[in-house]
């Protein structure tokens, strides 16, 4: 019998980066068709998955021994266990849902929906982060390595929160083009390996570089905020969180949106010229 077909992809069994945007435009559709309470539960999960990857990395930083490259490395590689997590096990991630821009591009469903869609999630994903946080406390986490993990979690809030918004929204903007792309390779994933290794290098680069991910510094600086009320010695402020947020949330969406808009330009729109 000859084959007439063509095979579906080059990559030795991985779709192509067609076949991946065809993909990512459904799952924004499907994403964006959930109903509210579990798009809000999947949410809280998110949150709280990357809020136990940005913990596993403090074990990292409060090792004072280690010398610049090694922590960051280490710190980023075990920071891929919130987004593996996501990838694996299913969750919703406002950075990674930039990526449901294509779904309104490609007339899927409404721009509307897509933001009641971000609007819930990231409302989701600060609910976990903080939780987690308060857990952490209430663990007494902080008192991990003679309490070296505490004060290397109220450093890295600091240097966040005393950083001009400028350089918090474009160290967003590189963050979450990294994000996505993790996300998007993701999706040619066919496995669970396939979902780790997708996630490690893009999300050990965003952190190795000290790029801003808003759903971490979710983490990151209410748990600052807790510790200092409960005695630490820090410096973070309410004013100072918020700034950061501001800007990396406006700096995440801008670069996974950007991601989005790029592939969708490629591939998508041609499909929906066809």
């Known amino acids: 019998m000859k084959l007439t077909e063509k095979p579906s992809s080059s990559y030795s069994g991985a779709m192509t ?13 499907t994403k964006a068709a959930t109903e509210p309470v579990a798009a809000f539960a999947l949410a809280v999960l998110a949150g709280f998955f990357v809020a136990m990857g940005a913990t596993f990395m403090l074990v990292v930083k409060c090792d004072s021994t280690l010398p610049f490259a090694a922590t ?6 075990s920071f891929t266990l919130g987004l593996f997590l996501i990838l694996a096990a299913g969750a919703e991630l406002f950075t990674g849902n ?10 899927r469903f ?11 999630v990231i409302l989701g994903n600060l609910a976990g982060s903080v939780l987690a946080a308060a857990l952490l406390v209430g663990a007494g986490a902080a008192s991990a390595n003679g309490g070296a993990f505490g004060e290397a979690a109220v450093a890295v809030a600091t240097v966040k929160t005393t950083l001009p918004w400028a350089t918090v929204f474009f160290r967003a903007v590189l963050c ?6 993790a996300v998007w390779c993701g999706h040619a994933s066919t496995n669970v390996t396939d979902k780790f290794f ?22 990151f600086l209410p748990y600052a905020l807790m510790l200092q009320a409960t005695g630490a010695a820090g410096s973070v402020t309410l004013g100072g969180v918020c700034m950061n947020l501001s800007a990396a949330v406006l700096g995440n969406a801008v670069g996974g949106c950007a991601l989005g808009v790029a592939y969708w330009f490629v591939y998508g729109r041609k499909r ?3």
Do not use: Y
């Open 198 to 219: 997708a996630a490690l290098l893009p999300v050990m680069a965003f952190m190795g570089a000290g790029f801003e991910h808003c759903v971490a510094n979710m983490f």
């Open 176 to 181: 979450n083009i990294l994000v996505c792309l």
């Open 98 to 107: 930039c990526l449901m821009v294509m779904g309104p591009l490609s007339g």
């Open 272 to 274: 929906g010229e066809e």
């Open 17 to 29: 980066p067609a076949s991946i945007e065809h993909k990512a435009e459904r799952v924004a559709a």
């Open 110 to 120: 409404g721009w509307a929906d897509l933001l009641k869609s971000w609007l819930v």
């Open 72 to 77: 960051q490395l280490l710190g980023g590689f």
